[in-house]
């Protein structure tokens, strides 16, 4: 699975960018998210610990930082039921103090029995992004 999601927010990309990743504001837009730690100052390298209830389950993972240039890019990544997933978020100015947020996720079978819920996982992950997305653009709008 690769994906591009894109929203068109009415704040410049220094607003937005902190909501991407600070634990008091990730909570506020991202659904069936239980818990939410960094571990560490948030950068390159950083790991967060969150727990997520996906279709009545409870699945703590720990998401790593693999790049932090604000308020321009992140990328990040995890693993979950042997699906690797990498996660970069891109924030241009588009004119009128908006800011483009562009989100681009790539999930991968790491395992021969995630090749069997990959699909699954795929159309319920693409929906789960796109509701997120749309609460963090009304949230700052």
């Known amino acids: 699975m690769d994906r ?3 929203i068109l ?3 410049r990309p220094e607003e937005v960018f902190p909501w991407l990743f600070e634990a008091d504001k990730v909570p506020q837009w991202t659904s069936g998210l239980e818990d939410y730690e960094v571990l560490g100052a948030l950068g390159t390298g950083t790991r967060i610990r969150q727990t997520l ?3 009545g389950t ?3 993972f720990e998401e ?9 890019s992140a990328e990040s990544r995890f693993t979950l ?3 690797g997933v990498r996660s970069s978020f891109a924030l241009a100015p588009d004119g009128g103090g908006s800011a483009r947020v562009t989100r681009t996720v790539s999930a991968k079978a790491e395992k021969l029995s995630a090749r069997f819920l990959l699909p699954i996982v ?4 693409e929906r789960k992004i796109d509701g997120d997305l749309e609460r963090l ?3 700052l709008s």
Not at 122 to 125: D, K, T, V
Request: aromatic share 6%.
């Open 137 to 139: 653009r009304e949230l």
């Open 81 to 83: 039921e042997g699906i």
């Open 58 to 60: 409870r699945r703590t």
């Open 53 to 55: 209830e996906v279709s």
């Open 9 to 11: 927010v009415k704040r």
């Open 122 to 125: 795929q159309s319920h992950l």
């Open 64 to 72: 790593e930082i693999l790049s932090f240039d604000p308020p321009r």
């Open 4 to 6: 591009t999601f894109e």
